[in-house]
């Protein structure tokens, strides 16, 4: 399973982006969805959550103003983000847990990053 997020870019504050990361490869079910960012110098985050069957959870920073979905029928997750701040400057990776075809045990995946940058 391959994870492929894109969206992220250079945003002045109040800014909005939305992020996306699309599954790829022998999927059989993903399950929960995230988004997590690491800024310089510290440590990888939870940012925000959803199950399979859409409840969401966020880290209480980002409550209001960023919302996760997804579309099950693209194995697909979305962090739109509203009145970016500057302190949400990180690389925001998504990450997946899914069941591959042919397998009973559900795997952890990540996305490679990509890059959001709020300037002030």
């Known amino acids: 399973v391959q994870l492929q997020a894109s969206g992220g870019g250079l945003v002045q504050a109040w800014g909005s982006l939305r992020l996306s990361c699309a599954a790829s490869g022998s999927i059989f079910r993903v399950n929960a969805m995230r988004w997590y960012r690491q800024a310089p110098g510290k440590e990888r985050e939870l940012v925000a959550s959803?199950?399979?069957?859409?409840?969401?959870n966020y880290k209480d920073s980002v409550e209001g103003r960023f919302a996760i979905s997804r579309d099950n029928a693209k194995n697909t997750v979305y962090l739109q983000m509203n009145s970016l701040k500057p302190e949400d400057t990180a690389v925001y990776y998504c990450?997946?847990?899914?069941?591959?075809?042919?397998?009973?045990?559900?795997?952890?995946?990540w996305g490679q990053g990509t890059q959001v940058t709020v300037s002030s």
């Open positions: 990450y997946a847990q899914a069941i591959q075809i042919g397998e009973g045990a559900e795997n952890a995946y």
């Open positions: 959803i199950t399979r069957g859409g409840a969401t």
